[in-house]
């Protein structure tokens, strides 16, 4: 006979559910009710065990989230409390963030900077890799390991906590980090791979993503808020990369939208005060696929027009889509354009949620948030949030001609850290000059 | 432009139906053409709807009446001497489509009705007495007609 | 001399059938009920009527309840629990607790456990917005509706379009793996009612496979033929509220094609799961549960034995099944007991 709704969390840990006491979002969990989590759950707390066992053993050696990044703690899908370190932090950046969204990861820093939240920019990341292995491309698992495994000792090597910006590398993580724990030879392969340029194994406890760190950070940005969102209606977009790959692991909240989405984003709207819209195809790719933007485009721009922005906007009447990841602003943003080219009425301006803090803080919506990159008509949104846009595009301007003229652009600059490096960069790659 | 040229440069082409790919000869955005398949869009395939018009307009004949006993067994279609040529034709199919009225796939198939040899034979094992030799005929009325049969 | 009574536990269509029995044999029964009223799911659902024919409640379920309440040789102690057994068969002693902390200890010869089932809680799966999304309700919610003979949305309107999703906590290795036999044929009942009802409704049956096993085959067919009820093969992956309407997301799988269509109402055949009744008279009685927490009888094809000596088990606690299938199983139960009673009494 089954007692109660015992749950194994972890070896040592068991916690006893009953069906009146516990929220919905944990139910699901716990009983393997939820759908997302594809039966999974298991596997995944054991590979949490065997990490730790690795770690006793000293086969690997695991960042933990120490007291030193203020951790704070969510629930996740597998009804498990992760820490999400909110100082100190290693920008682990996105390859498409940097080259199309450039106003996604300046407005994370620059609320980083405001806050007084010490990070690390290091110019010695690599790109994942991940885009090829979702393109059926070049890499293979032990590759990607490996990738995965170098970023993660170098952000360990500078004592500071991976904070990853992009949804494809968070979730080709959460994959590689479970191939790597569960699988002996993998890991030894990999090893030698680390070996030869002087590294070693480096697991990270918990694998953030920056969503996840806004969630926590929700209550501090919106204590400095500058601007009334009251009139804002924002609809969200979850990446699937964040929470459909090893779905077990991100972050839900009963008091959001009932625990049934994820909660990142959703909550950030929320804690800003403006109204958080639902819509029926929420839980649709924006188009971008994991290899569909390669090699089936035209489905891709359309699927993203036909399944994402128009019923968001036919349903909604949604001022704003809110997403967190790269390829999704993207597709999403780029893909109105042509579908309008064809008469289409319905477009919806697309921000990331770094973006949208940072203005709703005061954030330049040009020189910070670098709306200018962004194709759908943000216009009427920013008049909406109160933001006089004329003016600032004047300022803008005119800063690029002072930087035309031979002045010096302003960046933005981490606090003074708190931790030192645990090695002086040995293995930095000397930049001339 | 013709389905044959429409989307030709689509990766999986096959797979998509001429008709939800919009490929206007002329297209551009703000002076700069992106005709072809810079700006090809394919629409979805979600069914969003019943339309039951055909279905009316097959029950109001003497042998369409039945249509609706059917409950989709293929019985028809597994002794049907033409389905096993044409695997287009199939009358098993074409009862749910009207029956359900998923007016697409009936716009899109509505030609292979004819294709029926009038035999009988599905009309005789039919456990529902459906009689679909009786339906494919009132079907082929009810397409070609507008009004319906009067 | 007089026997000892029989313990009958649980007052739905099993528990009254065999109370009746034993008492017409002249047996006495203590009949200890749960809830407030007698009659079990039916009466506490206000079924309207009963699948297959259309026969109402009260003309099956009513003769019995009157029966166990004005004879002689039955006790009903309603609002009651039992809560502990000793003895052996023929001479067992039993703790029964009412509602108000009143204790009694009785001896009986037998016991009759029909403890019946509880409606799967639609809102432990997210996907049908149970719960959450107003005009979505199940099956049980439907059924008092057409009772009433008003069935509305929850603005006042009356429904254009609805459809019924079948297998809600059914056949579902997330929820419960099991068929709930009869929630195929209670559906298209009410599908036919609610025709009858509202006339120019149209009504959608979204169903993985159509079971109804015997002669509710009827229904199936005069549901489609009769009154024109469509059927989906598929099953349902989100219902979504749009403020407005449902949609309804699905796959009609004889087309290979996703739907999602707009509903104005959702009706889900919640399935049926062993209640908390059942769940607390085995660990009363210490009675042996199967892999899905139904009684386990010793052997699975002969269901009134529990498997231990002067415990015999009835209806819906031992496994889904219909009304007609609850009240053969109580005679059944009955005749075990009445068996027993007469051997003690020889023995006495």
């Known amino acids: 006979m089954i007692e109660g709704n015992a749950v194994q969390l972890g070896k040592d840990e068991e916690i006893q559910l009953s069906k009146e006491d516990t929220k919905l979002f944990e139910r699901l969990a716990s009983e393997r009710k939820a759908k997302l989590a594809m039966g999974t759950t298991e596997d995944y707390l054991k590979m949490l065990d ?32 992760k820490k999400i ?79 990853i910006h992009c949804g494809t590398s968070y979730g080709d993580y959460k994959e590689c980090r479970y191939l790597v724990v569960m699988n002996e030879d993998i890991r030894r392969r990999v090893r030698s791979i680390l ?112 399944r994402k922005i128009r019923p968001v906007v036919k349903e909604t009447g949604a001022d704003v889509l809110v997403t967190h990841d790269t390829g999704c602003v993207t597709t999403l943003d780029k893909s109105q354009i042509v579908a309008l080219a064809h008469g289409y009425k319905e477009t919806i301006p697309v921000i990331s949620d770094s973006q949208l803090s940072a203005l709703a803080m005061g954030a330049h919506p040009f020189k910070v948030c670098q709306l200018q990159w962004h194709l759908a008509d943000w216009k009427p949104f920013l008049e909406k949030m109160g933001i006089d846009w004329q003016k600032a595009q004047g300022e803008y301007k005119e800063y690029l001609e002072m930087i035309k003229k031979g002045g010096k652009p302003s960046f933005i600059r981490s606090p003074e850290r708190t931790l030192s490096p645990r090695s002086e960069g040995m293995h930095d790659i000397k930049i001339a000059g | 432009m013709s389905d044959e040229e429409k989307g030709k440069h689509i990766v999986e082409r096959k797979y998509v139906d001429d008709s939800r790919i919009i490929e206007p000869e002329k297209l551009e955005i703000g002076g700069i053409d992106v005709s072809g398949h810079w700006g090809t869009l394919v629409l979805p395939r979600t069914i969003e709807d019943f339309d039951n018009s055909m279905l009316k307009k097959v029950k109001s004949m003497p042998r369409g009446k039945n249509i609706e006993k059917c409950w989709q067994c293929g019985n028809c279609t597994a002794i049907c001497p033409v389905a096993h040529a044409h695997p287009e034709f199939n009358p098993r199919y074409l009862i749910h489509i009207v029956k359900m009225g998923y007016s697409a796939e009936v716009e899109k198939l509505k030609d292979t009705v004819y294709f029926c040899s009038g035999c009988g034979l599905c009309s005789s094992v039919c456990p529902k007495g459906v ?3 009786g339906v494919m005929i009132a079907m082929s009325i009810a397409f070609k007609s507008k009004k319906g049969y009067r | 001399m007089s026997s000892l009574p029989v313990l009958v536990i649980g007052a739905g269509p099993a528990g009254l059938r065999a109370a009746t029995d034993l008492a017409e044999l002249n047996i006495p029964v203590v009949l200890v009920e749960r809830r407030k009223e007698l009659g079990g799911a039916p009466i506490r659902w206000k079924y309207h009527s009963l699948a297959p024919d259309f026969t109402p409640t009260e003309e099956v379920l009513g003769p019995m309840i009157k029966f166990c309440k004005n004879s002689s040789n039955i006790e009903v102690i309603e609002e009651a629990v039992v809560e502990g057994y000793g003895g052996s068969a023929g001479d067992f002693s039993v703790k029964i607790r009412k509602i108000n902390g009143e204790v009694q200890d009785r001896k009986v010869a037998a016991i ?79 599908a036919i009612e609610l025709k009858q009802l509202l006339n120019d409704v149209q009504i959608y049956m979204i169903y993985m496979d159509i079971r109804t096993i015997g002669l509710w085959e009827k229904l199936y067919w005069d549901s489609m033929e009769k009154y024109g009820i469509n059927y989906i093969r598929g099953r349902v992956g989100e219902v979504f509220y749009t403020g407005e309407k449902l949609l309804v997301k699905g796959e009609d799988t004889l087309v290979r094609g996703p739907f999602e269509v707009l509903f104005d109402m959702v009706v889900l055949a919640v399935g049926i799961e062993p209640g908390e009744g059942t769940k607390q008279v085995a660990s009363a009685l210490k009675l042996k549960v199967n892999e899905f927490g139904f009684l386990a009888p010793k052997i699975p094809n002969i ?46």
Not at chain 1, 215 to 231: F, G, N, P, T, Y
Not at chain 1, 257 to 264: D, E, F, M, N, V
Not at chain 1, 279 to 289: E, I, L, R
Request: proline share 4%.
């Open chain 1, 195 to 306: 070996n030869k340029i002087g590294r070693d194994i480096v697991i990270p406890e918990e694998l953030v993503h920056y969503s996840e760190w806004l969630h926590v950070m929700r209550q501090r940005i919106a204590e400095r808020k500058k601007l009334d969102l009251s009139d804002v209606k924002a609809a969200v977009h979850p990446a699937c990369h964040t929470y459909k790959l090893m779905a077990e692991d991100y972050t839900y909240d009963e008091n959001i939208l009932g625990g049934t989405r994820p909660a990142p984003t959703s909550s950030i709207i929320l804690a800003l005060g403006a109204k958080l819209v639902d819509y029926s195809t929420w839980y649709d790719c924006c188009g971008f696929g994991f290899r569909h933007i390669l090699t089936e485009r035209e489905i891709a721009r359309s699927f993203a027009y036909f």
């Open chain 2, 131 to 133: 009689d679909p030799q």
């Open chain 1, 85 to 163: 370190p909110t100082v100190e932090l290693w920008q682990h950046k996105s390859c498409g963030q940097c080259g199309h969204i450039p106003g996604y990861i300046s407005a994370l820093y620059w609320i980083m900077a405001e806050l007084g939240i010490p990070f690390v920019d290091d110019t010695n990341q690599t790109s994942c890799t991940a885009w090829n292995y979702y393109g059926s491309g070049a890499s293979n698992s032990v590759a990607l390991s490996a990738v995965f495994l170098r970023n993660m000792h170098v952000a360990w090597e500078k004592n500071a906590y991976p904070l």
């Open chain 3, 112 to 190: 009759i456990v029909a403890t019946g089932f509880e409606h799967f809680d639609a809102t432990v799966d997210p996907r049908y917005s149970y719960g959450k999304a107003p005009n979505v309700i199940g099956i049980n919610e439907l059924e008092v509706m057409i009772s009433e003979g008003k069935v509305v949305g929850h603005d006042g309107k009356i429904p254009k379009r609805v459809a019924f999703i079948f297998c809600v906590g059914s056949r579902d290795r997330s929820t419960n793996p099991w068929c709930c036999t009869v929630c195929c044929g209670v559906s298209i009942k009410q």
């Open chain 3, 303 to 348: 269901h009134f034995d529990s498997g231990k000596e002067g415990i015999f088990l009835a209806g819906t606690c031992v496994a889904p099944m219909s009304v007609e299938e609850s009240i053969a199983e109580g005679s059944a139960a009955a005749m075990q007991a009445a068996k027993l009673v007469s051997r003690t009494k020889i023995i006495v």
């Open chain 1, 50 to 81: 065997k990490m730790r066992e690795l770690e006793k053993k000293g086969e690997i050696i695991i960042h933990h989230v120490e007291e030193e990044y203020k951790p704070v703690g969510v629930r996740t899908l597998s009804g498990r409390e």
